[in-house]
């Protein structure tokens, strides 16, 4: 249902380096890329994540509430996925580990301020 989700930047080649990095522990690759935008997938039939400098010109802000989930295919990705932002420079916001029955998620912040987890249902 969902095609692609959008977050802001204000640095988009700071915010480049870190989900190039980060994505290629999915297999996720970009498939647009402009002076003003850019887009991953891991799959032209998979929802993508897009990065963007705010089309109003104005500052990039993180919204309250918001948050990105990636899916995973094993608790293991999770656990590989949440290392690699750590090491990009990615703030925690709960390290992987069930949450609730057959829930398995660790959450974080990339260098912007947004708000991702990944998580494996099963």
Known sequence: MI????IGTNDLARAATFYDALLTIIGAKRFMDTDRFIAWSASPTTAGLCLAKPFDGKPATVGNGVMVALVVNSREKVDALYKKAMELGA???GPPG??????YAGYFRDPDGNKLNAFFMG
Request: proline letters at 8%.
């Open 3 to 6: 095609g692609y989700v959008t």
């Open 98 to 103: 069930p949450r609730g029955e057959g829930f």
């Open 91 to 93: 703030s925690d916001e």
